[in-house]
């Protein structure tokens, strides 16, 4: 883990403890071998996942300036990213991951045991559904989500569950600032408001990645999100 611990020191700038460099370690190996079971993840190797899944999902440490004690809920999770990385490197945060792929879950709530991570909570639930429910709508200081949907439905799965005064980070490709203009009428319509657009440039990457920083300014009216599917279907435009 020595390229996780440098690469991490140099660009967000703070270090990670042994315990915390063991859990990536560990981590590793869990989704490795949980990968020949089911498809969690297309990168298989070390090296790639150090860059591609834990270097990326600690990149939000660039746009957040204190993970600590805040609340965070990682939509569309998948095999766990980037909530899990999050969750090892800040012990204090409290975070959920959200996926409506029950085996996804599975892996996820195995590997928090095994890494002794209290800090996470695992919820079997779509988007559209969780926004609605008053467990979790406008209930997190930080929203966020990676590789999931088109900008428009992606803000109508994001923005109900940011608390006022809250944030939507959004990890986006290199047409980021394309897609945020195509969703500019969903972020007001939601409660949102542009803050910024932050470039990111991953080691051994040749493409460079972007978040997508939206303020929660008003709360999302109750209309919103619709019900399962619509947000896809047929977009805020």
Known sequence: MSLLRSHTKALLEFDLSERQLRQFDALTDLLLDWNQRMNLTGITDPAEIVVKHYLDSLSLAQVVSQFDSKTLI???????????PLAIAFPKLRATLLDSTRKKLRF????????????VGAVHA????????????ERYDIVVARAVAKMPALME?????????GQVIAMRGTAAFEETNEAAKAIDLLGGELFTIEELRLPTLDNPRYLVVIDKIRPTPRRFPRSAGLPEREPIR
């Open 126 to 137: 779509r988007a559209e559904d969780a926004g609605r429910s008053e467990a979790h709508r």
């Open 108 to 119: 996820i709530e195995y590997a928090c045991d095994a890494l002794g991570l209290a800090n």
């Open 157 to 165: 799965y994001t923005l109900p569950l940011a608390r006022p005064d």
């Open 74 to 84: 990682d939509v569309g999770t998948g095999a766990g990213f980037p909530g899990l």
